[in-house]
């Protein structure tokens, strides 16, 4: 009844999850005091596996591609009866299968709040005390990730449709490579060995930056002028002065070089406050993709196909080809997302381990999108060590609820 690659899409990487929890319980399981439970140390367990749970950013990114999925076989009832029939033999509740598999997205949304609960009953002179704060702060900045990731997975329709718009584009899509814009802005730009000034918009995605030239009649129209390599450049920033390369005068100036060519662009900010933008901006592109990278983050196939079915569905519905409509107007001139790094540090209080996780840069966390599996799925949280280990084992399910001390 499933093919080899609609059991991917529905299950995506579940079966890593599960030995990574099988894992984690064990030495969580350790770390539980049975004849003390309020002196277990708990924290500990969670900082030594928080690489670990990076793995479930790709299963919530999978999520929307395994709702899509099943939704198309749902239209088939011989596969409602067959998931009807799976739930009935094993006694599972009475919940679609879609609401079995928001399980994972739920679990990792949990740990925050169960070590914010955990920290709350923990006396500050404990000894598991600045590790849990350590871990609830490691287990937030996973969350805030996570959900980071799939709002650029919403957005990535947007992406395809700037790139449809722009006229006379060439080479690969943009979605090939990248999945997010990260700032763009107009400067003056002079490439090596031409060295003839002109003005160009520039977008800096992961991975890549667009040059693109406005009409001259239609400023809102862009044509496509080429791209850079961000992998293979590296950014120099420069005083004010004299240029011995270009042999101009430069202010506001910084330079992107070619490491393995020795080709360099020269770009010029009409203030030193855009240049310093930039220089940020360049700087979390590189963040951005090493992050991607330690964690597996990438766009599939099946996503870029249904961006591109986007496109051509509001080319449509509009009337007019995407190479001949408006671009999307370009964002706000704001500062990257500087994210901090999470240490254990002593005396840390109580008060300041809630400050440890940044803004959100989403409006709308996706999280809210599964609000109406959550009742049937949630339990009321417990407050001791007890909170977090009863997840999975049976046997701690009767610790009360006094404070540690």
């Given at each position: 009844m499933f093919s080899d690659e609609q059991l991917k899409i529905i299950f995506g990487n579940i079966?890593?999850?599960?030995?990574?929890?099988?894992?984690?319980?064990?030495?969580?399981?350790?770390?539980?005091n049975n004849?003390?439970?309020?002196?277990?140390?708990?924290?500990?367990?969670?900082?030594?596996?928080?690489?670990?749970?990076?793995?479930?950013?790709?299963?919530?990114?999978n999520h929307l591609d395994a709702c899509m999925e099943l939704s198309k076989l749902m239209k088939d009832s011989r596969y409602q009866h067959f998931f009807e029939a799976c739930r009935l033999l094993q006694q599972m509740i009475d919940i679609a299968i879609d609401g079995f598999?928001?399980?994972?997205?739920?679990?990792?949304?949990?740990?925050?709040?169960?070590?914010?609960?955990?920290?709350?009953?923990?006396?500050?002179?404990h000894s598991d005390y600045r590790y849990v704060a350590a871990a609830l702060a490691v287990m937030r900045n996973v969350t805030l990730q996570i959900n980071e990731r799939k709002r650029r997975l919403e957005n990535i329709d947007k992406i395809a449709q700037w790139?449809?718009?722009?006229?006379?584009?060439?080479?690969?899509?943009?979605?090939?490579?990248?999945?997010?814009?990260?700032?763009?802005?107009?400067?003056?730009?002079?490439?090596?060995?031409?060295?003839?000034?002109?003005?160009?918009?520039?977008?800096?995605?992961?991975?890549?930056?667009?040059?693109?030239?406005?009409?001259?009649?239609?400023?809102?129209?862009?044509?496509?002028?080429?791209?850079?390599?961000?992998d293979k450049y590296e950014v120099v920033?420069?005083?004010?002065?004299?240029?011995?390369?270009?042999?101009?005068?430069?202010?506001?100036a910084f330079k992107l070089h070619n490491k393995e060519t020795e080709e360099m662009h020269l770009f010029f900010a009409k203030k030193l406050e855009e240049k310093l933008r930039w220089l940020r901006a360049f700087r979390e592109e590189r963040k951005m993709v090493k992050e991607d990278e330690k964690i597996g983050f990438e766009i599939s196939e099946n996503q870029k196909r249904q961006a591109a079915m986007t496109v051509k569905k509001v080319s449509k519905q509009k009337g007019v080809s995407y190479s001949k409509s408006v671009p999307p107007a370009y964002p706000p001139p704001?500062?990257?997302?500087?994210?901090?790094?999470?240490?254990?540090?002593?005396?840390?209080?109580?008060?300041?381990?809630?400050?440890?996780?940044?803004?959100?840069?989403?409006?709308?966390?996706?999280?809210?999108?599964?609000?109406?599996?959550?009742?049937?799925?949630?339990?009321?949280?417990a407050s001791p060590a007890a909170a977090v280990v009863s997840c999975y084992t049976k046997e701690v399910q009767n610790v009360g609820t006094r404070k540690r001390k």
């Open positions: 079966e890593d999850i599960y030995r990574f929890q099988m894992g984690f319980v064990r030495d969580l399981e350790k770390q539980y004849e003390d439970p309020h002196l277990s140390e708990i924290g500990p367990c969670f900082l030594e596996h928080q690489d670990g749970f990076w793995i479930y950013s790709e299963y919530c990114n598999l928001l399980t994972p997205v739920q679990k990792i949304c949990k740990y925050p709040l169960q070590l914010a609960e955990l920290l709350k009953y923990t006396a500050q002179d790139q449809a718009s722009v006229l006379d584009w060439e080479g690969d899509d943009i979605l090939d490579r990248s999945s997010e814009l990260i700032y763009t802005g107009e400067m003056s730009w002079i490439y090596q060995p031409y060295g003839r000034n002109q003005q160009r918009v520039f977008f800096l995605f992961d991975h890549q930056m667009v040059l693109c030239k406005k009409d001259l009649i239609r400023r809102d129209i862009l044509y496509y002028k080429g791209r850079i390599d961000m920033d420069i005083e004010d002065g004299r240029d011995d390369d270009f042999n101009v005068s430069m202010k506001n704001q500062d990257p997302l500087n994210q901090g790094q999470y240490m254990v540090t002593d005396g840390i209080s109580q008060s300041q381990v809630f400050e440890f996780t940044e803004p959100r840069r989403s409006q709308a966390p996706f999280w809210q999108n599964f609000s109406r599996y959550r009742a049937a799925r949630e339990e009321p949280l």
